[in-house]
């Protein structure tokens, strides 16, 4: 009964405290100037192209020393107003009565902390946080609106010709976008974290630069997509899902079985496949090969039965002992040391062993397994294009001859095919130095396995600065892929391995 006295007798001074009111004898005035988020001034006219929404009440409970409940309520839409309390003087703990849904119309601000209050007239900055992401999408009036196809029933706000949401933070979400004229859609995923504003912004061709935003007080990522004539993106930057752990820095090749995903390193490390979290990044175990020696592990592909593991990384084009390491799935996935059975092979179109790296065009980082055979891309450092050559699944030694050649217009180092055999995704960067940037190529309605006859498309994926040096692919389902990297270590710069996901959907 004490407590709730207290609390309407608090009610009772709000608003009637005036400027040349004294308090009551051993009383204070404590008047709520301004509201800081974090280090921010939170205004609700900032200036700037975004201005947070906020809701028009806020409750805060001061408690003090004697326990006794004060309780004010402020609206921080006008806080210019000022909002004043009578209490007691002495220590308080002070917090805000808040409850909020995982996606928010309004940004929701919480408070927690301790107060001072040993003046009759005291003014102070309420500072409150938040658990709470920004997720703003700017695109074409004409265009449909964004829906979350993770979390259908939920529904972007507009704000200023803006979509938004706010998002507690962790929770990953994948929003469609569609287009008009033609009509077509896109996926787009990613995952809310506090105090961040993610801004993507989709910018079609020959249409007026949209608006960009500026940081306030939120830390600002803003990611362009652009898009072709056919309204298709022309680039489109992975959602990075995880930093791979140290033991696997090199990560050179993906395999997905039975969920579970495994990755090798390259060049001189130790002949391991590695089983990890795709959660995290973090190595769950390793499993030796006992037979063989890793001269330059490029990349993982399996059969219903096999697990390959392709020996045949070649950076200078001096090597004369390619080979392709197989080893049993089952065992793979129930024993930590194997033994792999060795198919070696031969370029028949190579005549020159002697280098040098620049001009290498039988380098090779990336094969699959299809119809009883392993289909091998190079990775050409000379002219930039990659060959198509096909290995029958024997323990034999082999010599092969290319079977077609596309100019991919960069470095080929990863390689899969989707479950249903209708989609080859050919992942690289280009070789341009620190402007170079990664990519996918993603090949459709093809003839056999003549990959390169029918629709073939190619959509950037972003700098190696953000998702380390893309080397390793798999498919998920027939709509997603998942892209491992390798660590950039290069003077002062370092950039960690990554593990990254999208959805192909709309881009072929």
Not at 178 to 183: D, E
Not at 261 to 271: E, G, V, Y
Not at 363 to 391: A, M, P, W
Not at 443 to 449: A, P
Request: net charge negative; hydrophobic share 35%.
């Amino acid at each position: 009964m004490k407590k709730f006295l207290f609390i309407l007798l608090a009610f009772s001074f709000l608003f009637s405290c005036k400027e040349d009111e004294k308090p009551r004898p051993g009383n204070g005035i404590l008047t709520v100037t301004g509201i800081d988020l974090g280090n921010f001034p939170l205004s609700n006219d900032n200036g700037t192209n975004w201005t947070h929404v906020l809701t028009n009440s806020m409750i805060v409970n001061f408690t003090n020393e004697t326990n006794q409940t004060f309780q004010l309520e402020l609206n921080p839409n006008t806080i210019e107003k000022s909002f004043s309390i009578e209490l007691p003087l002495g220590n308080y703990t002070f917090h805000s009565i808040s409850v909020s849904p995982d996606f928010s119309d309004f940004l929701p601000l919480k408070a927690e902390g301790q107060l001072n209050l040993n003046q009759e007239k005291q003014s102070w900055r309420f500072p409150v946080d938040t658990d709470y992401g920004l997720l703003t999408l700017s695109q074409s009036p004409d265009s449909p609106a964004p829906k979350f196809i993770s979390h259908p029933s939920i529904q972007l706000n507009k704000n200023k010709e803006v979509y938004y949401k706010y998002i507690k933070s962790g929770i990953k979400t994948t929003l469609e976008l569609t287009s008009n004229n033609p009509s077509s859609s896109f996926k787009v995923i990613s995952q809310s974290t506090s105090f961040h504003h993610l801004a993507k912004i989709i910018q079609k061709q020959n249409e007026n630069a949209l608006s960009t935003f500026q940081k306030i007080d939120f830390e600002l990522i803003q990611e362009k997509v652009n898009l072709d004539l056919d309204h298709k993106p022309i680039n489109l930057l992975p959602w990075i899902q995880a930093e791979l752990g140290t033991s696997l820095n090199e990560s050179s090749g993906l395999a997905l079985i039975n969920g579970r995903l495994f990755s090798i390193n390259d060049k001189d490390n130790d002949p391991k496949i590695q089983e990890f979290n795709p959660e995290d990044g973090q190595l769950i175990r390793e499993i030796t090969i006992d037979n063989a020696f890793n001269e330059d592990w490029e990349d993982l592909a399996q059969s219903e039965s096999h697990v390959y593991i392709g020996d045949f990384g070649n950076n200078i084009g001096s090597r004369k002992n390619l080979s392709i390491l197989r080893v049993s799935k089952d065992e793979l996935l129930h024993s930590n040391s194997l033994v792999a059975e060795i198919i070696e092979f031969s370029f028949a179109d190579q005549v020159n062993f002697s280098g040098p790296m620049e001009s290498n065009n039988f380098d090779c980082e990336s094969f699959f397994f299809l119809n009883n055979q392993l289909h091998l891309f190079t990775k050409n450092r000379g002219d930039g294009k990659t060959r198509h050559y096909v290995i029958k699944d024997e323990i034999t030694k082999q010599e092969v001859s290319p079977t077609e050649e596309f100019d991919t217009q960069g470095l080929i180092t990863g390689a899969d095919l989707s479950p249903d055999g209708k989609v080859i995704a050919l992942l690289g960067y280009e070789n341009k130095g620190i402007a170079s940037q990664s990519f996918i190529w993603l090949f459709s309605d093809f003839s056999n396995t003549e990959f390169f006859s029918g629709r073939k498309r190619r959509v950037y994926l972003g700098s190696p600065s953000i998702l380390s040096q893309t080397e390793g692919v798999v498919f998920r389902t027939n709509n997603e892929i998942i892209i491992s990297g390798e660590e950039i270590n290069f003077g002062e710069v370092y950039i960690p391995g990554k593990l990254s996901e999208m959805n192909i959907i709309g881009l072929y």
